[in-house]
T-cell receptor
């Protein structure tokens, strides 16, 4: 397995533009997480899905952020409109959860810069 | 919000020395995990310890868990320059699947 795949690796966009980040989890994993990492706030959990269903989106900062998981092999995180304070590294991670919980596998991240 | 807090925030040692990092968490857990992050990269899982375990080893890593104190420690023995990275603990929030990370410890190992 190629691991968790995120795209793009880097994104530079102008304030007000829509940004879509993509993630392909590891096949067979039933949970997917979106995290945001900044120097000031560390690693924040934005939202997580279990069996493609959003379970907890309490970490999503504003209505400008939305996430979807249309099937077990694909998820998106969208920011519309983007703002400079959204600049961060966004990570996707997948894992097997429940009574047989195992470790989370992270993608390489998308470094977003909003100018 | 952060579930765990690592201590110290930063640690600098010489190659060959041992490095100890501590993690405190707030809620009941069924497992605790440690991850490493090299600069500019994603997090990599190091070790998972379940709530009914007190100590676990993996190579040069030793993890302890004290559920009564809600704390864990990660010991890296005979450190190498390649161990230079940030180290994070992570716990499931109130035993849900919500995996929350601590604030991290930045480890610098000088050759």
């Amino acid at each position: 397995d190629a691991g968790v795949i995120q795209s793009p690796r880097h994104e530079v966009t102008e304030m007000g533009q829509e940004v879509t980040l993509r993630c392909k989890p590891i096949s067979g994993h039933n949970s997917l997480f979106w995290y945001r990492q900044t120097m000031m706030r560390g690693l924040e959990l934005l939202i997580y899905f279990n069996n493609n269903v959003p379970i907890d989106d309490s970490g999503m900062p504003e209505d400008r952020f939305s996430a979807k998981m249309p099937n077990a092999s694909f998820s998106t995180l969208k920011i519309q409109p983007s703002e400079p304070r959204d600049s961060a590294v966004y990570f996707c991670a997948s894992t097997t959860t429940g009574t047989r919980a195992t470790e989370a596998f992270f993608g390489q991240g998308t470094r977003l810069t909003v100018v | 919000s952060q579930q765990g807090e690592e201590d110290p925030q930063a640690l600098s040692i010489q190659e060959g020395e041992n490095a100890t990092m501590n993690c405190s968490y707030k809620t009941s857990i069924n497992n605790l995990q440690w991850y490493r992050q090299n600069s500019g990269r994603g997090l990599v899982h190091l070790i998972l310890i379940r709530s009914n375990e007190r100590e676990k080893h993996s190579g040069r890593l030793r993890v302890t868990l004290d559920t009564s104190k809600k704390s864990s420690s990660l010991l890296i023995t005979a450190s190498r320059a390649a161990d230079t990275a940030s180290y994070f603990c992570a716990t499931p929030y109130y035993n849900t699947d919500k995996l929350i990370f601590g604030t991290g410890t930045r480890l610098q190992v000088f050759p």
